[in-house]
């Protein structure tokens, strides 16, 4: 099969000549095996069939919870902190159940806006620091997102549903594993 037919085992691009890295995302390639003869049909297809996806994904869940426990933890406290001045102050314990609802949307709020700020201006988390991984553009033009691109690829975490939507598309519409398909609309990637 001729070197044109092939494609990186990471990110599902074609690869070019016998080159010894990725051009599209800098894994390496070796003319014995990191490259595969057939493009993936899907991150879906590669997260199912290749245990580096798996092992990428099941760092980026962890790296996750890391993060929201960080959030909703401090979160936490000063809800609660609050929640007892009030109910010492007003004794009304009904109007606890609205500031819960209110709670809930001003923590996903909030959660966006710390993985926003660390990963433009530090290109990543507590949690994706601890697992060694970090945020990209794709195609290596910075290290980093800027502020706004950090912003769209993580206004999913508002709310888990639109989360695992936005997880679940971009691996069925990309040939590789590391984008959500908001990733996919800014240009950046976790690697």
């Not at 990428?56 to 809800?79: E, P, T």
């Not at 598309?169 to 398909?181: F, N, P």
């Amino acid at each position: 099969m001729s070197a044109e037919s092939r494609f990186c085992a990471k990110c599902g691009k074609p690869l070019s000549g016998e080159p010894a890295f990725c051009p599209s995302c800098g894994a390496p390639v070796s003319s014995a095996g990191p490259a595969q003869t057939q493009a993936p049909l899907s991150g879906i297809d590669a997260v199912i069939k290749e245990s580096a996806a798996q092992n990428y994904w099941v760092r980026r869940l962890a790296a996750f919870v890391i993060d929201a426990a960080i959030v909703y933890v401090a979160l936490g406290i000063l809800a609660l902190l609050f929640a007892i001045s009030f109910l010492l102050a007003s004794g009304l314990a009904a109007f606890g159940v609205v500031l819960a609802g209110v709670f809930s949307f001003v923590a996903g709020v909030i959660l966006v806006l710390y993985f926003t700020f660390a990963e433009a201006y530090a290109g990543a988390t507590v949690g994706k620091r601890v697992f060694g991984l970090k945020v990209v553009v794709a195609g290596g033009a910075r290290s980093h997102p800027p502020f706004v691109d950090a912003l769209l690829r993580n206004i999913s975490k508002i709310y888990w549903l639109l989360l695992l939507l936005d997880v679940i598309v971009g691996l069925a519409v990309s040939k590789g594993y590391t984008q959500k398909y908001s990733d996919k609309i800014v240009g950046t990637e976790v690697v």
